[in-house]
């Protein structure tokens, strides 16, 4: 059974602290991982697909990378409105399920 | 451009009814993609949509489900409704299947509540 975790739980930063999130998942053979972020209230946001190991991808102050167990989400120099629940997703191979970890909540302070 | 739009925003239901949401993504998208968000579960992912098809499905029981009209609005339906079905409902559109690399634009929910 395809599985998602991700830590810490949550995360309290202060403004041009970097630090990074963590998902790790389980796949009967990898289609995609996928991060998001959410604001409270409000749908997710997209952020990045990423296809196999090696691969990296950068949006702004943010930087998504893949192993074969893990994906890490890179934060640099964050900013208050960085602030919200970031979310990862796996898609297996067969492309029938798409399973998300609990996300990470993220709070940048002034 | 509009967004992606869900009506109803909040609905109020009693234990086994059925509920109808609905889905209208950003014109020219054709998938649209299901999701429950709850507390307990986070969130879990329901059915894709893509041309009138219904591509993949999560681990949901047969009483959810859903349909995609030839304008790409799509339809989720829900019968015999359960207290652990109040949830957020969210939807998401996007050019190409998801996992295609394309973006996925989410709407704002649609919050059941069941009593």
């Known amino acids: 059974e395809d599985q998602v975790t991700q830590s810490p739980e949550a995360l309290r930063l202060q403004e041009g602290e970097s630090s990074s999130l963590n998902c790790s998942y389980t796949?009967?053979?990898?289609?995609?991982l996928f991060w998001y972020r959410q604001d409270p209230g409000k749908g997710p946001e997209f952020l990045f697909t990423?296809?196999?190991a090696g691969e990296e991808k950068e949006k702004e102050r943010l930087k998504a990378t893949l192993t074969k167990k893990e994906s890490f989400l890179h934060i640099t120099a964050p900013k208050p409105e960085d602030s919200a629940t970031y979310l990862c997703?796996?898609?297996?191979?067969?492309?029938?399920?798409?399973?998300f970890g609990p996300g990470t909540r993220l709070s940048v302070l002034p | 451009k509009a967004g992606v739009t869900q009506t109803p925003r909040y609905l109020i239901k009693t234990r086994g009814q059925q509920v109808t949401l609905s889905c209208s993504p950003i014109?020219?998208?054709?998938?649209v993609s299901w999701y429950q968000q709850t507390p307990g579960q986070g969130l879990q992912f329901l059915f894709e949509?893509?041309?009138?098809?219904?591509?993949n499905k999560g681990n949901f029981p047969g009483r959810f489900s859903g349909r995609q009209f030839s304008n790409s609005r799509s339809e989720m339906n829900v019968s015999t409704l359960e207290l652990g079905d109040s949830a957020l409902y969210l939807c998401?559109?996007?050019?190409?299947?998801?996992?295609?690399?394309?973006?996925?634009?989410f709407g704002p929910g649609t919050r059941l509540l069941v009593l």
């Open positions: 796949v009967s053979g990898l289609r995609g």
């Open positions: 998401a559109s996007s050019l190409a299947v998801v996992g295609s690399g394309e973006t996925q634009y």
């Open positions: 990423l296809y196999s």
């Open positions: 997703a796996v898609q297996d191979n067969y492309g029938q399920n798409f399973v």
């Open positions: 949509y893509f041309s009138e098809t219904q591509r």
């Open positions: 014109s020219g998208h054709r998938s």
